[in-house]
Structures are given as structure tokens and as C-alpha cells.
T-cell receptor, first 113, second 116 residues
Framework: GAGVSQSPSNKVTEKGKDVELRCDPI?????LYWYRQSLGQGLEFLIY????????KSGLPSDRFSAERTGGSVSTLTIQRTQQEDSAVYLC???????????FGQGTRLTVV | AQSVTQLGSHVSVSEGALVLLRCNYS??????LFWYVQYPNQGLQLLLK??????LVKGINGFEAEFKKSETSFHLTKPSAHMSDAAEYFC??????????????FGKGTLLTVNP
């Protein structure tokens, strides 16, 4: 695609429910990142995929968070048993191997009520 | 360990004044460095990047940044602020993370306010 696409753009969910956020990176980009942006908190790194290497999961805040990347392309971030503190904008970015600049999607705004 | 430090979470300038947003990185080898901008309710977009060519890098909207290895800095400047420059600015560094892989790490961001 022309850019990084994220869906849904907005998601409201009840506390305790599971949610899935999708990211479709730029075609050919081998590196994919997930970040979380809360009000006044900057960009919080969550997870990084690079080609066939094992993902860097060091930023995932708890075991309720997981992500996968199928076929080196589309990625899904899953949050189980959502809590109110999970409310944030979740941003996905992709880049060519990671050494070049990353291109961001518009984000998914998650609200847990 | 923090790879990127942005000094000042909030900077306020008058319209027409110099904009200076500070970024320092920690790296034993010259990294790749970036500045991104996020306008209200929008995604992040690239302002400029340093990839070991010229140390003074020019970006969009009149912004530029200078890579200073001796100071491990990559400060962002603009001679004359416009109201439309009000946004959050993020410095980022791409560092080798093993094999042929690099990983992008962001600073915490600096919110720029431009006063009329």
C-alpha cells in the first residue's frame, strides 16, 4: 500500500474484554514497530519485528499484551482483559530494515470504559 | 538505558523568534538520527534525518538540525517560528541491534507552543 494502514481508527471497549488492533505496513518494509501514546507520556515502545528475527518484546507492559506478524507483513496487537489504563493511541510504524526512517500510521485510539 | 534525551518537555516561543529544541543521544558509534513532528490529532511525520552525510541537515518547513559528535547532540532549529509550527516534536535514533537489524528509539517529545 501507499502508507501504513491501521484499523480500526477508534475502538471503545468494556473493561475486561479483549481487543485486536491491526497494522498493514508499507509493502517491502521488513521492520515493524508498535508504540503506545498516552496523554503527556510521549511514545512508549511496545514491540519490534525485523524480518525473520525473533521480535523484541521488551516494551510490552504486561502479559496481557501480545503481537504477531504473519508472513512478514500484517501485524496484530492483542490486548487481553483490557483495563482502563490501556486507554491510549496505539501507533504502528514500518521501515526498510530499521536503519531508514519509519513511516507511521494514523493510529488506533483505544478507550476502555 | 536511555538512548535519546530531549531536554525540555515544553518549549514556548513568540512568533518570529528562534526555535531551538534539544536532543542528545547516547551511542558509541555514529547513529542514524531523526526528527519527527506530530501536529494536533495527527500522526507522526518525518521532519529530517541524519545518515552520516552532511552534518547540517535541512528538513521541511524551514527546520534544520546539526549533528555534533563531540557533544552527542542533534538539536533542531528554525530561525523564525510560525504559528503553524505549534506541535510536538520527537527526536529518534536508529541503532544497531544485532545482525543486520537496527532499532528506532524515540525521545519523550517536546511540545512547542508559539505565542502571537
Amino acid at each position: 500500500g501507499a502508507g501504513v494502514s491501521q484499523s480500526p481508527s477508534n475502538k471503545v471497549t468494556e473493561k475486561g474484554k479483549d481487543v485486536e488492533l491491526r497494522c498493514d505496513p508499507i509493502s517491502g518494509h521488513t521492520a515493524l514497530y508498535w508504540y503506545r501514546q498516552s496523554l503527556g507520556q510521549g511514545l512508549e515502545f511496545l514491540i519490534y519485528f525485523q524480518g525473520n528475527s525473533a521480535p523484541d518484546k521488551s516494551g510490552l507492559p504486561s502479559d496481557r499484551f501480545s503481537a504477531e506478524r504473519t508472513g512478514g507483513s500484517v501485524s496484530t496487537l492483542t490486548i487481553q482483559r483490557t483495563q482502563q489504563e490501556d486507554s491510549a493511541v496505539y501507533l504502528c510504524a514500518s521501515s526498510l530494515r530499521g536503519v531508514t526512517e519509519a513511516f507511521f500510521g494514523q493510529g488506533t485510539r483505544l478507550t476502555v470504559v | 538505558a536511555q538512548s535519546v534525551t530531549q531536554l525540555g518537555s515544553h518549549v514556548s516561543v513568540s512568533e518570529g523568534a528562534l526555535v531551538l529544541l534539544r536532543c542528545n543521544y547516547s551511542s558509541s558509534v555514529p547513529p542514524y538520527l531523526f526528527w519527527y513532528v506530530q501536529y494536533p490529532n495527527q500522526g507522526l511525520q518525518l521532519l529530517l534525518k541524519y545518515t552520516s552525510a552532511a552534518t547540517l541537515v535541512k528538513g521541511i518547513n524551514g527546520f534544520e538540525a546539526e549533528f555534533k559528535k563531540s557533544e552527542t547532540s542533534f538539536h533542531l532549529t528554525k530561525p523564525s517560528a510560525h504559528m503553524s509550527d505549534a506541535a510536538e516534536y520527537f527526536c529518534a535514533v536508529s541503532r544497531w541491534s544485532g545482525g543486520s537489524n537496527y532499532k528506532l528509539t524515540f525521545g519523550k517529545g517536546t511540545l512547542l507552543t508559539v505565542n502571537p
